[in-house]
Structure formats: C-alpha cells, structure tokens
C-alpha cells in the first residue's frame, strides 16, 4: 500500500481554473503505475455528496479533472495497476463504496451490485485548482 506520504495533494494557489465553475483537479502521475481514481464532492448542482470514478491517469502522465463542485473540501481513493492504493489510515477520511467499472452515486443513495468499502482521504483545493503529485 502506498503511504498518504508518497503523494502531495497541493493547493495550488494564483492559477485560474480552467472551468470556474468546476474544480480543476491535475494529477501528476511520475510514477510507472496506471492509477484510478474515485473522487467524492460536494456536487454544486444538487447540492448533494457524490462519489465518481474512475479516471484513470498513466504512468509519466498529467491529466486534468474536472468535478463539479466549487466546494473546496473533497475527498479522493486511488488504486495503481501494481495493487497500491492511496487511501486514508483506519478511522480517517470517509468510508465510501467503489464500484468495478465506470460509477457516479450520491453518498446517501449507494446503487446496488457489488461494491468494496474503502477510506478516502480527505483534501483541499484553492480557487477551484489542487494538484496531485504522484510519485
């Protein structure tokens, strides 16, 4: 399992977003690992928490994410190719299913099917921008 500290979730501060009504989330990914994430958020349409996954980032890549919410709380999980994840440490951040497959739920309405209970680790983004190093 990777450690939270193999990774920096860094608010980046003096970027404008590239959507101002969305959280612009950039993962840099220098490590060799395809890593899928699930993101939760304070969705800033139904004003409800929603769990969303999985973007998928390759090894030596920088992708951008776009969640839409101008909350600056979120939650994030992830899982590389070689079976590492990056999630929060027992009785931290939030308990929240993930699905196999492409899933968006609302926290309070969990779909039916088979799902894995995992931690996500809480984070925060400034000016609608945050940064994931991941290395």
Do not use: C
Not at 8 to 25: H, I, K, P, R
Not at 41 to 69: C, F, P, Q, R
Request: glycine fraction near 8%; avoid cysteine.
């Amino acid at each position: 399992m990777l450690k939270y500290a193999a990774f920096t979730a860094l608010a980046v501060s003096g970027l404008l977003s590239l959507n101002a009504q969305a959280l612009d989330v950039t993962v840099n990914n220098t490590t060799e690992e395809t890593a899928s994430f699930a993101f939760s958020y304070l969705d800033k349409d139904s004003g409800e928490w929603m769990v969303d996954g999985w973007y998928n980032v390759a090894g030596g890549k920088k992708e951008s994410i776009a969640l839409n919410t101008v909350n600056t709380v979120y939650y994030l999980y992830a899982e590389l190719k070689n079976g590492s994840r990056i999630e929060a440490a027992s009785g931290q951040g939030a308990e929240l299913s993930v699905f196999d497959g492409a899933f968006v739920y609302a926290q309070k309405k969990l779909p039916a099917g088979e799902g894995e209970t995992v931690r996500f680790v809480r984070a925060q983004s400034r000016d609608n921008v945050a940064t994931i190093n991941l290395n």
